[in-house]
Structures are given as structure tokens and as C-alpha cells.
């Protein structure tokens, strides 16, 4: 029972860089979601979809995509790393449109130099 | 702008004390309102939840209170133990135009002394 997986769990990139963080559930939730997490300023929504083919802003949604071909995977691309980037990154999804449980994965931290 | 408020950023207790985070929101279209627990290097996990049609939620030592009216809502941990000890985070939830919206707050960090 895998639940929502996140790949890597940490990485440095450069100043200009671009990486894909990987989010997979095996739960066939249809809303997934990504925050960034800052110290002392809770999670920060950056995008999430409602479905395959489907994806929205979020309320920081500058220097990231998405994109979500399948139900299972939504993956969140930065182009170009900009050191305000620096953050843990958590991929969550939810069984269905009214409130339940959001599952999280264990979080992707990131830094860059 | 903050949809929901959280207070206080840090709180330390004595074992077997309560322990208890406070929460505010605007939105009255939230309709469900979680708490997440977050021990360090994990993902948050919910640890209760309620809905506004009732004022108080019991599931073992967590208790959530929840005041319409006041649009608040706290939680208490009763005898509070260090394996407590994590960062705690409300959230307030509604179904919008395009979908399932959460907003959290900006968490609490527990630490219960031994």
C-alpha cells in the first residue's frame, strides 16, 4: 500500500538549473496537489488538478508547471531554479470532491545554491 | 491574505499537561476543518477532523472545539505525552468552482517535556 510516493527526497540544483519533482499515488484519487512548505509560514498551495488533463493555479504558481497526464501521476517542473525555490515540496491527493482525508507524501526538500 | 489564521508559532507543555492551538478563519463556505500532525522529515497525516454542524469532536486525547459563531476553532490535546511533541497544522476546506480548495495554517510546532 504504497500510497502518495514522491521522488527525489532531496536535491541541490544551481542558480538556472531545471528538475522534475515526481508525484505518484496508487489510490486512483482524482485531486492531487502541491505545496512548497517555508518555516513558520504553513503549506502554500502551487498547483493541483482535478482529474487527468486537468490543472490549475494555485496561490504560488510563478517558476513552476504541472502537467497531469494520468490519474496517478502529477509531476511539477521548475525551469529555471531560483534560490527563493528553496523549500520542501509535498504532493497530496484526495479521494474525491468533498472533504476527507488529503494524503501526503514524505516531501521533497529542496535547496538552491 | 491568510485564510486561516493560527496561533501560537511554538508551544512547549510539561508532560501530562494540555496542550492547545488556536485557529481562525473568514470563509464561512469552509466546511471542514482538519488537523494535520507533521513529525520532522514526513509528510502532514490527518489526526481528526470536524464538520461546522457540530461544536465539539473527541477521538482519545484530541479534541477539536469549534465555534461557528466565532468562525474558530482549537484543539486540545489532553495529557500531553513527547511523542506529541510535532507541528500541528488546521486547515479549513470547501468545494469551489473548479474543485476541492484547503487552506492551512502556518502551524504549530509542540514540544512536550518529559
Known amino acids: 500500500n504504497a500510497g502518495v510516493t514522491q521522488t527525489p527526497k532531496f536535491r541541490i540544483l544551481k542558480i538556472g538549473q531545471s528538475m522534475t519533482l515526481q508525484c505518484t499515488q496508487d489510490?486512483?484519487?482524482?485531486?492531487m496537489y502541491w505545496y512548497r512548505q517555508d518555516p513558520g509560514m504553513g503549506l502554500k498551495l502551487i498547483y493541483y488538478s482535478v482529474g487527468a488533463g486537468i490543472t490549475d493555479k494555485g496561490e504560488v504558481p510563478n517558476g513552476y508547471n504541472v502537467s497531469r497526464s494520468t490519474t496517478e501521476d502529477f509531476p511539477l517542473r521548475l525551469e529555471l531554479a531560483a534560490p527563493s525555490q528553496t523549500s520542501v515540496y509535498f504532493c497530496?491527493?484526495?479521494?474525491?470532491?468533498?472533504?476527507?482525508?488529503?494524503?501526503f507524501g514524505q516531501g521533497t526538500r529542496l535547496t538552491v545554491v | 491574505q491568510q485564510q486561516v489564521k493560527q496561533s501560537p508559532q511554538s508551544l512547549i507543555v510539561q508532560k501530562g499537561g494540555i496542550s492547545i492551538i488556536n485557529c481562525a478563519y473568514e470563509n464561512t463556505a469552509f466546511d471542514y476543518f482538519p488537523w494535520y500532525q507533521q513529525f520532522p522529515g514526513k509528510g502532514p497525516a490527518l489526526l481528526i477532523a470536524i464538520r461546522p454542524d457540530v461544536s465539539e469532536k473527541k477521538e482519545g486525547r484530541f479534541t477539536i472545539s469549534f465555534n461557528k459563531s466565532a468562525k474558530q476553532f482549537s484543539l486540545h490535546i489532553m495529557d500531553s505525552q513527547p511523542g506529541d511533541s510535532a507541528t500541528y497544522f488546521c486547515?479549513?476546506?470547501?468545494?469551489?468552482?473548479?474543485?476541492?480548495?484547503?487552506?492551512f495554517g502556518t502551524g504549530t510546532s509542540l514540544t512536550v517535556i518529559p
Open positions: 497530496a491527493s484526495l479521494p474525491n470532491d468533498r472533504g476527507t482525508e488529503a494524503f
Open positions: 489510490m486512483n484519487h482524482n485531486y
Open positions: 486547515a479549513a476546506s470547501m468545494v469551489g468552482n473548479t474543485g476541492n480548495q484547503f487552506y
